[in-house]
């Protein structure tokens, strides 16, 4: 097994336990305030906003160029609007509904939301121009999997979930994304300059996530400030990572 391979390994399965270390709150309390998930939801969102527009464009463009980084951002965004399209979402206002075939639906939605951030990491390791960016971008998608995961596990046990049951269906959720790296770093290793454009989508993926989910959710009721200096937070703290190890 070679280095980078091992790595990959390690950096993937470490930000998909991420979900799981997030979600351990929950063994000690059921419930959290609107400003602190809308604080979070934004410092989260901030991170992703940092490593997709300092770090996974501009390898793109080092790699591939222009073409590629056009065609791989599309990419991303389309597959997103896919996954939205037909597969439902958390909705952790909504506390009566029965543990059935929808709970499980959105439980494999998660999971399969999921899918885009681990082909970011194992792409990001692929590169060949920035030997540093994969472990930069799994700390990136670890960092957003830890409050990610604690939403989750919330979720679930609003929908009667035991919370160890929570816990553990939270961690199961991100260990996707190990299956999802080794198929991005495996694809970027066979298929002769897909490493631009597999970087173009996952920025791409995640920009969508940015704008389309995080950014609203967290600026929906009344915390919009906390929210918007938790954003700027975020970013920092992954451009300061970015240029201190990239």
């Given amino acids: 097994m070679s280095n980078q391979l091992l790595s990959l390994l390690i950096g993937s399965s470490l930000s998909a ?4 270390l997030g979600a351990l ?15 979070l939801l934004a410092f989260t969102a901030g991170i992703m906003m940092a490593a997709a527009t300092f770090s ?41 509904v029965a543990v059935d075939g929808k709970a499980l639906l959105i439980i494999l939605a998660i999971t399969l939301h999921n899918i885009p951030e681990g082909l970011s990491v194992g792409v990001s390791y692929g590169s060949e121009v920035n030997s540093s960016l994969g472990g930069l971008i799994a700390v990136a998608i670890g960092l957003q999997n830890a ?26 959720t991100g260990l996707i994304e190990i299956v999802a790296g080794l198929i991005g770093y495996f694809a970027v290793q066979w298929v002769q300059n ?19 989910e995080l950014i609203p959710e967290s600026h929906g009721h009344g915390h919009a400030r906390g929210a918007t200096v938790s954003f700027v937070g975020g970013m920092l703290i992954m451009i300061y990572l970015i240029q201190y190890f990239g």
């Fill in 17 to 20: 336990l991420a979900t799981g």
């Fill in 25 to 39: 709150p929950v063994l000690f309390f059921q419930e959290t305030s609107h400003r602190f998930r809308d604080i």
């Fill in 56 to 96: 996974l464009i501009p390898s793109s463009l080092r790699e591939g160029g222009l073409t590629s980084l056009t065609l791989g951002l599309f990419s991303g965004v389309i597959m997103l609007l896919i996954l939205e399209k037909y597969t439902p979402h958390i909705e952790l206002e909504h506390k009566q």
């Fill in 147 to 172: 409050p990610e995961g604690l939403l989750i596990a919330l979720f679930l046990i609003q929908q009667r979930i035991d919370k160890y049951k929570a816990l553990a269906i939270s961690t199961l």
């Fill in 194 to 212: 897909l490493v631009g454009y597999g970087l173009a989508f996952a920025s791409g993926a995640m920009i969508f996530i940015i704008y389309k």
